[in-house]
């Protein structure tokens, strides 16, 4: 028996301890990804929907790594169709500690590390159900989502066998299968569900751009790991897709600020903040296929596009509170799609765009990956928000909701402003108008 | 006696403190105030969204004085609080009918 596991672990490709090492920590930057946006997200919101902002990504982690370890990693990746993966690692059985993935890196590390992709794709969609919704239909409908819409989109782009991956829609690190495909899920539950109260009369004031400040540092941190690490592999296309990562991301900060400043005649922080993440965002397909020159335009391009798409709810009245889709919809688009024009085919990927002299070919796969995962998502989410709203209700009541949801749901208040003085009680007053008598359980 | 009190912008407190005391001032109450006169409030932008703030930050000084005092120190505490620009605010006064001192019960002008 001994002998048998020896035998069969010399006959598995070597682990490649430096890519593994790699892998490691990317998958930890990734993670870490998460309680950043549940900040981005957090700060945007008023004072007294902080908390169930923060623990709509934080239920992500916990919800999203149980269904990945129960089948999602391989319905996401394990052999099957071009539409499914099969069910050999359902529980994650069957995969051995030395079973090797891809370069060395061992299939237990790309699963951890995919994980935390997973469980960012569903918290990005929070953003636009901000302050209404019950934390209890959020959960339910985070695990309906990611089980018929991430795990099987994740395996067209991504697996080997993945319908769109054959097809030749390049999608980097995520640009369809957690941007557009977040992006279009808050479109179909916003067009479902109920908007906040007082959605286009009353202006929703952030109620912490520190926070904002924070959340985009730290996504901005993690990201290098989500880029970085999607190319499997210590390289010098890891160092590319890095490199990419910032400029993009700079460039994209430029571009949201100049829009603005133009536009609205200030250099707002939370613009900049918006504009870093639609940088992310944006190069996340493109980070494997561009110049760190073609960064720039992708950034620049994302930056001023996206600023300009999150007025855009105004216009169609649909309740996108943290522009989820502006920012992540929109961003994903541009940046799939501008690989069928920036692409030079010298990077990490063969494959040249308009550009690069290789005609419109690769912009019309990208148009494709592009529109199944959107129009996809959209439906699918759409439906699951309404049957959640039919059978439990999505939303909490208008009187909840105007009471302030971290009180309703979870029974918190975010902040103690105790002896701050006038300004705070304001606040309070606003946040809750009951007496503050404490009960508590001897 | 009178009340004096002070509606002014929070960054001359302690000018307007300093003011009081150097005057001979014994006790005052200060507490955060928002509202607006004629400077109105502001404007702020988030994501393209505009949103007026039309109650700003103030602080509200209340003194209490002998009304011999008052019209002066009406005048220190308007010193003190100006700076000439719009939303300087405002300094009233009011009759009291009696004060108590609470921890030894002296009434009128010698609890101040």
Known sequence: MAAGILTLAAEAPKIDTGNTAFMLISAALVLVMTPGLAFFYGGMVRVKSALNMLMMSFIAIAIVTILWTLYGFSIAFDSGSGLLGGFDWVGMRGIGKTEVWVNGVPTYVFAVFQLMFAIITPALISGALADRVKFVAWSVYITLWVTVVYFPVAHWVWASDGWLFKYGVIDFAGGTAVHINAGAAALGAILVIRKRVGFKRDPFRPHSLPLVMLGAGLLWFGWFGFNAGSWVAADGVAGIAFTNTQVATAAAVLGWLAYEKIKHGSFTTLGAASGAVAGLVAITPACGSVSPLGAIAVGVIAGVLCAAAVGLKYKFGYDDSLDVVGVHMVGGIVGSLLIGFFATGGVGQTAKGLFYGGGGAQLVKQLVGVSVVLFYSLIVSAILAKLIDLVIGFTVSEDDEVAGIDQVEHAETAYDFAGVGGAARAIASALDGSSETKKVDA | ?112
Do not use: C, N
């Not at chain 2, 307007?16 to 001979?24: S, T, V, W």
């Not at chain 2, 955060?32 to 393209?48: D, F, I, K, L, N």
């Not at chain 2, 220190?76 to 100006?82: C, M």
């Open chain 2, 1 to 112: 006696m009178k009340l004096i009190t002070a509606v002014v912008k929070p960054h001359r407190l302690d000018e307007i403190k300093e003011a009081l005391q150097a005057f001979g001032v014994q006790g005052l109450t200060v507490t955060e105030a928002s509202g607006y006169g004629r400077q109105r409030g502001h404007t702020e932008v988030y994501r393209g969204a505009e949103y007026t703030v039309d109650l700003v930050p103030k602080i509200r000084i209340e003194v209490l004085v002998e009304d011999t005092d008052a019209e002066q120190l009406i005048e220190v505490i308007v010193k003190a609080a100006r700076t000439g620009k719009i939303g300087d605010g405002k300094v009233w006064s009011i009759p009291v009918e009696t004060a108590v001192r609470v921890r030894t019960g002296e009434r009128g002008p010698d609890a101040l």
